[in-house]
């Protein structure tokens, strides 16, 4: 779920009204989706590694590990409606025109002590570009055109999420999303100031070895960050949190007192529906699945009266279904990843390139040289 967060940033788009086409250059490697892939692939070998929630500072900030939200145990029964501006890419947003998104998932693997994790990875990627791949692959109904910039650390291939913008302005209507998910969760102590927990899994997708970003809405039960010491020893160790600093290239890491990640079976997706929309299974649970998920929690509505929440577990008997879709899904997933990571990496390093998808047609692109938002040195050294 996309964040609010105050004026303070750039609200501008950071890419041009034409951001898909922008810089490109000749056609690397033109792809088709796979019509002979048959069985079914389980992600497999899911493990948590970091994770980090942005702070509301006038320069970018991550508190590393943080925490999510918890959810609250309440149902609320009325919250307003969303309003004001609200984040579509924070990553992106946050970092800026120069600064690579991926950025936050560096700093926090180093502060971590976890930068061991990027032997042997095959790619690096936010959610988000897996799930528009996804709907590519399978030819999902509703498909838009996309953008994913594409460069090469080492063995492993980088997917940078790219987007006409990365903050909006809601203008009118738009439901309750937000303001329900700040009426369900409390924010743990320390990330009062929080505008967005972000986690980082490693991942076997069909032996395609994967670092994987995504958002957390919340989590169930109260999160490390608030039970590991009594309670006066944090608030004097968060009294005192700004001294706990450390600087990464374009980006400023703040320790959380606890250094435990939140457990992947507490991981909960929030959505809210009115009660007369049925939810598009068969684009939600791959959201889930792709990120191993382990709850949804669904609140339906009546024009912003809220019933009580539902519970899904991505295991449940009732997601049966689904979870085989998602299953076969990824075979098609897979077979086109293993393609475009072939080409990338034939390119190399120091080669911005760019997977653009328009209509039904999705290829690889070359980009002009100096354009894009690369990781740098600092980075690429890691690998």
Known sequence: MSRPYRSQYNTQATSSPSHVTKDLQQVVKRFTPSVTA????????????????????????????????????RDPERVPQDSGRTFIDQNSARMGANRSPLTPIFA???????????????????RNNLRKLLRWATRASGLEDFRIDVEVAGGTVLFTRTEKRDATFINGFQGYGHEYEKAATTQPLGSERATGHHRIISLSLGGIKVLLRFEVDACTGTPAIGNQVEEDTLTAAFASLTTNTRRFPGLTVRRSVSRTIAPQSTIIELKTRAARKALDWRDTYPQLYLSQTPYLYLAKHERGDFMPVERYEITGPELRRYAGQAEVGMVKLRDVLLQILEYAKE???GVGMSLVCQGDGLALYRRKEGTGRAVGEDILAMF
């Open 38 to 73: 048959t069985g079914a692939i389980k992600i497999s070998d899911v493990q948590a590694v970091a994770s980090y929630s942005w702070l509301d500072e006038s320069t970018p900030t991550v508190l590393v590990p943080g925490a999510p939200a918890t959810w609250a145990n």
């Open 108 to 126: 926090a693997l180093q502060d971590l002590g976890k930068l061991e994790k990027l032997r042997g990875l095959d790619l690096v990627t936010d």
């Open 347 to 349: 390119e190399g390093e």
